[in-house]
């Protein structure tokens, strides 16, 4: 049997003091088919609402895959609302969301009206137009013309190396003679050292 | 003992300014007595620091809630593990872990680099102290992990909960000793630089560093991924958050440094963009930290705003110009050996892959600071997750796997079409029989489709370069399969290192592709209830809710819910996802509940379940179940990749003394051949 210390016994009767008294027994056994009660509920974080046909909706979901929690966690609202349990903003844009579908919005109403209400901050990623559009083409753009340039550089060399005539490199002295067989077992011995 | 931790700071940053004081000064050239200073006051900066880490330590350990930084990350009953890991746990205490780790590399540094790059390492002291002073400063005069409370709580705050986890204790160690092994390469540049020792040198000596410095980073990421996954619980590995944007910038520059250092040192070229590559790399690690620590852009994985910010803002700019400015002095001295002479050869497929390599740092970077910019210039606040980031990055993602395959097929210098035909036949084959299957197979999501084409292709490159060089073995020393093999990866440990560091990308892009075909839902299950989902792959998974049951452990109360998996109805075990509550020695709540996931991972998927909470405090559990295709590859992906970069940087195996003849050998067979195949 283990010992209590009083500390212990003191703060375990706190805690239980805490707890209203009809939610300290658990009525029933796990896997019985009788919804018990939890011995700490509160433990068990926040209470939650049965889930809806609507909660997990796939043209909801992809919806709200789209729009952007308030809360400060980065996350979409479907993740943010099945993932950080103690958020207060996610269920209520979802509500929103659910409230518009259910008014017969189409997706892209539906964001245009969280755009209208929250600003451009509520979608996850911002419209490919004016400004925006230097996020997104930026990088690909600047990537194709160093890539562009890379190669018309390289090209313009190699025109003007082949016009002065110059020899492609510069060996020293003539190189050895071999046949074609012995250069090809010399470059697959090769191959198999060189890094 | 924070008298003792505070004693040592102070000694610390006088020892650093010494030695970056003296070093930069050049008196230390004919007078041994103040070069040897210059190490010295690296090691005794090194031995203060250490004296500081032990006086936290031991606050930490002995429960000294006087100390600030000791209240508020840890309390009485947190596990022993978390108490030693609370030390890099907060901003304070992981300035001063940054800093002590630093000076531990600039010793190594000093100690370990062979002597013929001695006239470089009285600059490096300089450089690394110079950059420990600044950690330091920052500890003394704005996060002082020493601070003292007016009064002693009677239990400590405890760790954040999604910081109590075992991948916690390992992922931010190995992050930073990637952060901050990334200064000595930099110290080194910037060594060569001053010393106008601008030969391959500086770049010889670095190599290790180099290679420890991206293994260190890769570790980082890979576990920060598996850390995101398993304690966030959202599904997923990868959200593009700033911090994590942050911590691949430096991986990208330092991979393609990797890869165009090669070139330097075969070729003679690309000595500038080389400097500039590892000046870039450092410059990000700051930046990197600067975003975690300055709280300017908003992460989950940040910790608080404050003015440490302003510090590392400043540290940013300076070094920046400084560093470029003097590779700017440099310029004229680091002028390529010879020039790129064709499109078609394996230094053209190098710079193109640093091109993208580049080009995805600058992508991430922009999405990253996009809001701030938008802002600025418009007025209005937008978010850029991950739609913005996968629709700019994955193109070029895509791009640079294709790439991972021909860079190394390519011949140097110039390729003639026979030798396109020879090497490329039957990887281009793996790559569209490969395309052609997944396609026939009603695989439809392009980017995956693309993805995984192009790992097919990738395979096929390597396969083919092993084999090859396993049968030129067995037909020179007549040798059996499995000892060419490891005979001839021991004997080019960096070459074949590099294609089982090849493995290991493709094998994450594989990974990838499958998150395209993710299945989530969400149901609400009284004790008894089941659900059914359809997996990807095709089988269907019965998830039956057996109940909710509540104990207490060490330093939190845990609510287990608990489920039955069946597989096409053939039971596969239990499964449990947990809500807890922690609280101090005193049964306080300390934070918010936290929600511990339940996994199980196969190689095709992993069912991945979420305790939401429970319906009026009843056993009415409501469930996120998630099935995630191919995420074990992941972390399988990850461990190829690092055990890939091991084998790289293992010793000897290096360049044999006969290397530069054969080298010689080859020049000359290509002339005589009219180029090479």
């Known amino acids: ?195 | 003992m924070t008298l003792l931790g505070q004693f040592a700071l102070w000694v610390a940053l006088l020892l650093a300014v010494w030695s970056a004081t003296v070093a930069f000064s050049g008196r230390w050239q004919g007078r041994e007595e103040l070069r040897r200073s210059i190490s010295g006051a690296v090691y005794g900066t090194f031995a203060a620091l250490a004296v500081a880490a032990l006086a936290l330590w031991k606050g930490l350990v002995t429960h000294d809630f006087n100390i600030e930084y000791v209240a508020a990350y840890t309390s009485r009953n947190l596990p022993s593990g978390y108490i030693v890991s609370a030390l890099w746990a907060g901003q304070k205490g992981s300035l001063l872990f940054w800093a002590l780790v630093l000076s531990l590399f600039a010793s190594l540094a000093q100690v370990l680099t062979p002597r013929r790059y001695a006239a470089l390492l009285p600059y490096v002291a300089g450089v690394t102290s110079a950059v420990t002073a600044f950690f330091v400063c920052t500890m003394i005069f704005a996060a002082n992990p020493f601070e003292r409370l007016p009064f002693t709580p009677a239990d400590g705050r405890g760790l954040n909960p999604q910081l109590q986890n075992p991948g916690m204790m390992i992922h931010p160690p190995m992050l930073y000793l990637g952060y901050i092994s990334i200064t000595i390469p930099f110290a080194f540049a910037v060594a060569a630089l001053l010393s106008r020792s601008l030969d391959t040198g500086w770049i010889h000596a670095i190599r290790k560093w180099t290679l420890v410095s991206w293994l260190f980073l890769s570790i980082g990421i890979t576990l920060g991924m598996w850390w995101a996954y398993v304690e966030l619980g959202w599904g997923g590995y990868w959200a593009w958050d700033p911090v994590e944007n942050a911590s691949l910038l430096p991986w990208l520059t330092m991979t393609a440094f990797l890869h165009s250092v090669m070139i330097q040192e075969k070729r003679g070229m690309l000595k500038r963009w080389n400097l500039g590559l590892i000046i870039g790399t450092f410059l990000l690690s700051i930046f990197g930290t600067f975003i975690t620590r300055s709280g300017v852009i908003a992460s989950v994985h940040s910790f608080t705003q404050s003015n440490v910010g302003y510090f590392f803002l400043g540290f940013l700019a300076v070094s920046g110009v400084l560093a470029f400015t003097l590779l700017y002095t440099r310029w004229p001295s680091l002028r390529a050996e010879v020039q790129l002479e064709s499109m078609l050869s394996r230094e053209a497929a190098f710079l193109f892959n640093n091109l993208l390599l580049v080009g995805v740092a600058f992508s991430v970077l922009w999405g990253t600071l996009f809001p701030i910019l938008s802002e600025l210039v418009r007025g209005s606040k937008i978010t850029v997750g991950p739609p913005f980031f996968n629709r700019v990055n994955i193109p070029i993602g895509l791009l640079l796997l294709a790439l991972t395959g021909v860079g190394p097929l390519i011949a140097w210098r110039k390729a003639s079409t026979a030798n396109l035909r020879r090497q490329f036949t039957a990887p281009v084959t793996t790559g569209l029989v490969t395309l052609v299957g997944l396609l026939a197979s009603g695989m439809r999501d392009f980017y995956a489709i693309m993805a995984l084409a192009l790992a097919g292709f990738v395979a096929g490159t390597i396969v083919q370069e092993f084999w090859r060089g396993v049968r030129a073995r067995r037909r020179m020393h007549g040798e059996s399969v499995p000892l060419a093999f490891s005979r001839l990866v021991a004997r080019n440990r960096r070459r074949y290192g590099g294609y089982l560091v090849h493995v290991g990308v493709l094998i994450y892009f594989v990974a990838f592709s499958g998150m395209a075909f993710k299945r989530e839902m969400e149901a609400t299950l009284k004790p008894g209830q089941s659900v059914r989902m359809q997996s990807p792959f095709g089988h269907t998974y019965t998830l039956t809710h057996m109940g909710v049951s509540q104990f207490e452990a060490l330093n939190r109360i845990v609510s287990a819910a608990t489920v039955s998996v069946a597989k096409d109805g053939k039971p596969e075990g239990l499964m449990t996802s947990e809500k807890r509550q922690h609280v101090d020695s005193f049964k306080r709540p300390t934070f918010e509940p936290s929600t511990e996931v339940g996994i199980r991972s196969g190689l095709q998927e992993d069912l991945y379940i979420t305790y939401a909470g429970s319906v009026n405090g009843t056993e009415e559990a409501v469930y996120r179940f998630t099935i995630n295709p191919l995420v074990w590859w992941l972390w399988f992906g990850g461990f190829v990749l690092v055990f890939g970069g091991v084998v790289t940087m293992w010793p000897g195996g290096g360049p044999t003394v006969a290397a530069p003849r054969r080298a010689v050998a080859g020049y000359e067979v290509a002339l005589v051949g009219g180029g090479p195949e």
């Open chain 1, 1 to 195: 049997m283990s010992s209590l210390g009083r500390r212990d016994f003191l703060g375990r009767l706190g805690a239980l003091a805490a707890v209203p008294a009809g939610l300290q027994v658990q009525d029933s056994l796990a896997g019985r088919g009788d919804v018990g009660t939890l011995r700490d509920p509160y433990a068990a974080g926040r209470p939650r609402d049965v889930t809806r046909i609507e909660d997990y909706d796939e043209r909801i979901k992809a919806i709200e895959h789209r729009l952007a929690c308030n809360c400060g966690c980065t996350l979409d609202v479907f993740t943010c609302r099945t993932t950080d349990f103690t958020c207060t903003y996610s269920p209520k844009l979802h509500r929103e969301v659910v409230a518009m579908d259910k008014a017969g919005k189409s997706a892209q109403e539906i964001l245009d009206a969280f755009v209208a209400e929250y600003g451009e901050k509520a979608l996850m990623a911002p419209r490919p137009e004016g400004f925006n559009l230097w996020g997104y083409l930026l990088p690909g753009s600047l990537i194709l013309a160093a890539g562009a340039g890379l190669f018309a550089f390289v090209s313009r060399r190699r025109v003007a190396v082949a016009a002065a005539g110059a020899p492609d490199a510069a060996p020293s002295g003539a190189g050895p003679t071999a046949t074609p067989e012995e250069l090809e077992r010399l470059r697959q011995a090769l191959a198999e050292v060189e890094d």
